[in-house]
């Protein structure tokens, strides 16, 4: 089960960070990601992270910008958003995959077997 949280209602420029709690196992071995789904649009990658947390990997729109991270001891990923914009309204999904797949990108995401249930982000302009 994942657990998603933290969205809400932000002015551009503004900051949110999203938390993912993982409960009914321990997930601190599985590459973590979130990605998100603007209206109208296809889901897409926003960022993803080893199980170290020694490897991180961001979308281009949002590189410099979010930072993933994670803490094992709590089982839980968070997604750190600052200089938000406009673009970036979407409802954020946490995934996670429990398998060890070195060749398949972190941004593809049939590799991930579980998805919490989503939190919403609105960036007013």
């Known amino acids: 089960q994942l657990q998603a949280s933290g969205g809400g209602f932000v002015q551009a420029g503004g900051s949110l960070r999203l938390s993912c709690a993982a409960s009914?196992?321990?997930?601190?071995?599985?590459?973590m990601g979130w990605f998100r789904q603007a209206p109208g649009k296809e889901r897409e990658f926003v960022a993803a992270?080893?199980?170290?947390?020694?490897?991180?990997y961001y979308a281009d729109s949002v590189k410099g910008r979010f930072t993933i991270s994670r803490d094992n001891a709590k089982n839980t990923v968070y997604l750190q958003m600052n200089s938000l914009k406009p673009e970036d309204t979407a409802v954020y999904y946490c995934?996670?995959?429990?398998?060890?797949?070195?060749?398949?990108?972190?941004?593809?995401?049939?590799?991930?077997?579980?998805w919490g249930q989503g939190t919403e982000v609105t960036v007013s302009s």
């Open positions: 992270i080893n199980w170290t947390g020694g490897s991180t």
């Open positions: 009914g196992r321990t997930f601190s071995s599985y590459v």
């Open positions: 995934a996670a995959d429990p398998n060890y797949r070195p060749n398949t990108p972190p941004q593809r995401q049939w590799r991930y077997d579980y």
